[in-house]
């Protein structure tokens, strides 16, 4: 079946590598319409999906990772209407150079080749990446979670059935659609036809695949993200930011997770942050710090807030959890963050500008904010289109991995019959 497969993505990559940009985009536009036209079966399909999950005992966080709503769909629709206008990378030239022989030297973007993508829960995956790999000629083999299984079994058919309408290979988008976990193993091992594999999960999916897989691996998507309040920060410009990274949507990687904040604006910005961010239903783990800007003397701490663990630093929360930890200065809340982040999404607030290019400079993640929300770090919101996923690696791609970085480049020499001397 998986050789089969491969086979067959490796067919199809040949002929999408060279299809026109138009034809490419056309595949994308039907897919949105093609969303657009059928909600009702892909929310019977999700609705079967969210129904064993809940009679599973899944977790409340990954069940709305797992669900479709209108509002979604119509994001999904949107960003493959948003990626159509975005300029094809294939083919373009950079790095240009003339050698003193007169040889003249570039590079050039080329499609990757067959992607495999193995993910869990979010069934919004299937058409970000089909769109993606679709507009940078690339083919790709899913592999969803069985948790999904209905879900992207619906999308992955209307992404194969885009592709036909636009004259294109359907195969270059295809779906492992049985939950049989050793297929994962046997992609894994599908060097002769997969080119690279990228994971979107846990951390249990990322450790698997880096440990079993005979092809070059792209991890990412797991945060443990950081805010730093510092000493100049503007306290109520910095209550909403927090609010936000925390609450808008706490079960994905870019959601806070652990609040730092300056000694010497504490006691006027822990308060606040227990009681704005308590009202939205969020409880807290309190490092030792803390405490004596928490609770009254003789007094109990209320009942949201809980004294941090060891663990508790280390932890992706995934729902509405938030560390809280009182720091010395920018220099204590810098090796903090370095300690504790998976190097994806930390902020700063401060109005020192000094600060500000500290913590570029010195934090070392795939995206560092000023003064704004870690919600951020996303494809659509980047201007990317969307997003395959988000490396938190140092090699090839770094961040939200969008059309760029999902190509390679060969190098062009152009010379007038020259030889080497």
Same mark, same amino acid.
Request: glycine fraction near 8%.
């Given at each position: 079946?998986?050789?089969?497969?491969?086979?067959?993505?490796?067919?199809?990559?040949?002929?999408?590598?060279?299809?026109?940009?138009?034809?490419?985009?056309?595949?994308?536009?039907?897919?949105?319409?093609?969303?657009?036209?059928?909600?009702?079966?892909?929310?019977?399909?999700?609705?079967?999906?969210?129904?064993?999950?809940?009679?599973?005992?899944?977790?409340?966080?990954?069940?709305?990772?797992?669900?479709?709503?209108?509002?979604?769909?119509?994001?999904?629709?949107?960003?493959?209407?948003?990626?159509?206008?975005?300029?094809?990378?294939?083919?373009?030239?950079?790095?240009?150079?003339?050698?003193?022989?007169?040889?003249?030297?570039?590079?050039?973007?080329?499609?990757?080749?067959?992607?495999?993508?193995?993910?869990?829960?979010?069934?919004?995956?299937?058409?970000?990446?089909?769109?993606?790999?679709?507009?940078?000629?690339?083919?790709?083999?899913?592999?969803?979670?069985?948790?999904?299984?209905?879900?992207? +079994?619906?999308?992955?058919?209307?992404?194969?059935?885009?592709?036909?309408?636009?004259?294109?290979?359907?195969?270059?988008?295809?779906?492992?659609?049985?939950?049989?976990?050793?297929?994962?193993?046997?992609?894994?091992?599908? +060097?002769?036809?997969?080119?690279?594999?990228?994971?979107?999960?846990?951390?249990?999916?990322?450790?698997?695949?880096?440990?079993?897989?005979?092809?070059?691996?792209?991890?990412?998507?797991?945060?443990?993200?950081?805010?730093?309040?510092?000493?100049?920060?503007?306290?109520?410009?910095?209550?909403?930011?927090?609010?936000?990274?925390?609450?808008?949507?706490?079960?994905?990687?870019?959601?806070?997770?652990?609040?730092?904040?300056?000694?010497?604006?504490?006691?006027?910005?822990?308060?606040?942050?227990?009681?704005?961010?308590?009202?939205?239903?969020?409880?807290?783990?309190? +490092?030792?710090?803390?405490?004596?800007?928490?609770?009254?003397?003789?007094?109990?701490?209320?009942?949201?807030?809980?004294?941090?663990?060891?663990?508790?630093?280390?932890?992706?929360?995934?729902?509405?959890?938030?560390?809280?930890?009182?720091?010395?200065?920018?220099?204590?809340?810098?090796? +903090?963050?370095?300690?504790?982040?998976?190097?994806?999404?930390?902020?700063?607030?401060?109005?020192?500008?000094?600060?500000?290019?500290?913590?570029?400079?010195?934090?070392?993640?795939?995206?560092?904010?000023?003064?704004?929300?870690?919600?951020?770090?996303?494809?659509?919101?980047?201007?990317?289109?969307?997003?395959?996923?988000?490396?938190?690696?140092?090699?090839?791609?770094?961040?939200?991995?969008?059309?760029?970085?999902?190509?390679?480049?060969?190098?062009?020499?152009?010379?007038?019959?020259?030889?080497?001397?």
């Amino acid at each position: 079946m998986l050789k089969e497969m491969g086979l067959d993505a490796r067919t199809s990559f040949r002929l999408i590598a060279k299809a026109s940009t138009e034809s490419k985009n056309l595949v994308l536009l039907v897919l949105a319409s093609l969303l657009e036209q059928s909600r009702k079966d892909i929310f019977a399909a999700n609705h079967a999906d969210v129904k064993a999950a809940r009679e599973s005992g899944m977790s409340d966080a990954l069940i709305d990772r797992l669900t479709l709503t209108g509002d979604r769909i119509d994001g999904l629709s949107s960003d493959l209407r948003r990626l159509a206008e975005l300029p094809d990378p294939i083919g373009e030239r950079y790095d240009q150079s003339v050698l003193a022989n007169g040889l003249k030297l570039s590079k050039q973007r080329a499609p990757i080749g067959v992607l495999g993508i193995i993910y869990e829960s979010r069934p919004n995956v299937t058409i970000d990446v089909a769109g993606l790999a679709v507009k940078t000629g690339n083919s790709v083999i899913l592999r969803g979670g069985k948790e999904t299984m209905n879900s992207n +079994h619906a999308l992955a058919a209307l992404a194969q059935k885009a592709l036909t309408e636009a004259g294109l290979p359907a195969k270059a988008v295809q779906f492992i659609d049985d939950p049989d976990r050793s297929l994962v193993l046997g992609l894994l091992q599908l +060097h002769e036809f997969v080119d690279l594999i990228i994971p979107r999960g846990g951390a249990g999916l990322h450790s698997f695949c880096r440990e079993n897989s005979r092809i070059p691996v792209i991890t990412g998507g797991i945060g443990i993200c950081h805010i730093f309040v510092d000493e100049s920060a503007d306290l109520d410009k910095a209550l909403p930011v927090i609010y936000n990274a925390k609450t808008q949507r706490p079960s994905v990687c870019n959601a806070l997770d652990t609040l730092l904040v300056h000694r010497s604006v504490a006691s006027a910005m822990i308060p606040r942050v227990v009681d704005f961010l308590g009202a939205a239903g969020v409880t807290f783990r309190a +490092h030792e710090s803390v405490l004596p800007y928490l609770a009254d003397k003789g007094r109990a701490l209320p009942s949201s807030i809980l004294i941090a663990g060891p663990e508790d630093f280390d932890t992706e929360w995934m729902s509405l959890v938030l560390g809280l930890k009182v720091v010395d200065g920018i220099e204590e809340a810098i090796t +903090h963050t370095n300690a504790h982040s998976m190097g994806h999404s930390d902020s700063i607030l401060t109005e020192k500008e000094a600060n500000a290019i500290r913590w570029i400079n010195e934090i070392d993640s795939a995206a560092v904010y000023i003064n704004a929300s870690t919600r951020f770090t996303d494809g659509g919101q980047f201007g990317l289109g969307a997003e395959v996923a988000i490396s938190t690696q140092r090699l090839h791609a770094r961040g939200p991995m969008g059309l760029r970085e999902l190509t390679t480049y060969k190098w062009v020499a152009e010379g007038n019959y020259h030889v080497r001397k």
